[in-house]
């Protein structure tokens, strides 16, 4: 039997619960993966919440990493025992085992584990395209990184870094200060501490910053579009304390002829040639050194619930990851 974690509504971690399920062969296109390691992100908790869009009853889980134990017709390229990870496709990555559509999988490359890879991917992806194709940074720019802590912020500061960029990193508390620090920040401000605006300024010697990356939401986006250069573009990646309200257009007009942005990782990773190059573009930066693969935390696959309670209970400084 295999485990899959399931919930039949939204809510509270508590919704979350672990059941006994027969195992199921894959179809055509597919792979059977049995999972070392699953990656949680924080879309997982917003899905669970309901703060993001989602059907129930269903499974949870977008990433994870295992090896390859059964292969559907029509499927080449891979062999029983090959070390795969994956993101995207349909949830349900809170399991033992389960099917993939081949096109999801690729390779581990022996340099690095299934938690350095279930640490990564999903996160490596996200903070890729987010520099990449979203934000466009190039060398001296300087933006402003909110959660730099976190595990997409801590990645998305090293790649910023490897381009030539300055980053300004945002913390919630004095404990993850450290820890930004050693991602690569330039400086590292605390929200609720210091003056967002007048630091970033100071800073800059009032230049401020190309972009800001804000996965804060309502609490924040006011301090961030303060924060930004004439022309500057602000990227909402997320809304932990809620969506930000709406925006005047007049405000970007007034506020420097501002851009702004609600990008999602669906609409940079699906079309399977652009998800491989962005998945080898992180893995070749962790084989690198640049990424540096940074777990908080392990919870067993039963502990789903726990896992996402310890999240929202905040302070996190790396990744949090499902074993089996």
């Known amino acids: 039997m295999d485990t899959v974690i399931r919930l039949e509504t939204t809510g509270a971690p508590e919704?979350?619960?672990?059941?006994?399920?027969?195992?199921?062969?894959?179809?055509a296109g597919e792979l059977r993966?049995?999972?070392?390691?699953?990656?949680?992100?924080?879309?997982?908790?917003?899905?669970?919440k309901g703060t993001a869009p989602f059907a129930v009853p269903n499974g949870l889980g977008l990433e994870g990493a295992g090896r390859v134990v059964a292969i559907g017709d029509g499927v080449t390229g891979y062999n029983v025992g090959d070390r795969i990870a994956y993101i995207l496709g349909p949830v349900g990555a809170y399991a033992s085992t389960r099917n993939i559509p081949a096109a999801r999988a690729?390779?581990?490359?022996?340099?690095?584990?299934?938690?350095?890879?279930?640490?990564?991917?999903?996160?490596?992806?996200?903070?890729?395209?987010?520099?990449?194709?979203?934000?466009?940074?190039?060398?001296?720019?300087?933006?402003?990184?909110?959660?730099?802590?976190?595990?997409?912020?801590?990645?998305?500061?090293?790649?910023?870094k490897e381009i030539g960029a300055t980053v300004i990193g945002v913390v919630s508390g004095a404990h993850s200060v450290e820890t930004a620090k050693a991602a690569g920040c330039d400086l590292v401000l605390i929200w609720g501490t210091d003056n967002i605006v007048d630091e970033v300024s100071t800073f800059t010697k009032g230049a401020k910053v190309q972009v800001v990356y804000d996965g804060v939401g309502r609490a924040t986006?006011?301090?961030?579009?303060?924060?930004?250069?004439?022309?500057?573009?602000m990227v909402s990646m997320g809304a932990s304390?809620?969506?930000?309200?709406?925006?005047?257009m007049s405000t970007l007009n007034t506020k420097g002829s501002?851009?702004?942005?609600?990008?999602?990782?669906?609409?940079?990773?699906?079309?399977?040639?652009?998800?491989?190059?962005?998945a080898k573009a992180v893995f070749d930066a962790a084989e690198r050194g640049v990424i540096k693969p940074n777990v908080w935390r392990r919870f067993p696959l039963a502990q789903a619930a726990e896992a996402h309670a310890a999240i929202e209970a905040g302070g996190v400084t790396g990744a949090v990851l499902l074993t089996v």
Request: with cysteine; aromatic share 6%; net charge negative.
């Open 221 to 233: 986006f006011d301090t961030s579009i303060d924060c930004l250069a004439p022309r500057g573009l």
């Open 241 to 248: 304390s809620g969506a930000p309200a709406a925006v005047e």
């Open 15 to 27: 919704v979350l619960h672990a059941v006994q399920v027969e195992p199921v062969a894959p179809a």
């Open 106 to 160: 690729v390779k581990i490359p022996d340099a690095l584990s299934f938690e350095d890879a279930a640490a990564i991917l999903f996160k490596g992806i996200t903070a890729e395209y987010l520099l990449t194709a979203t934000g466009e940074v190039k060398a001296g720019d300087t933006i402003l990184v909110y959660g730099a802590a976190g595990g997409v912020g801590q990645i998305l500061t090293a790649l910023a």
């Open 258 to 278: 501002l851009f702004i942005t609600r990008p999602t990782i669906a609409n940079h990773a699906v079309e399977e040639s652009e998800y491989r190059a962005r």
């Open 33 to 48: 993966i049995e999972h070392e390691a699953i990656g949680i992100n924080y879309l997982d908790v917003m899905q669970r």
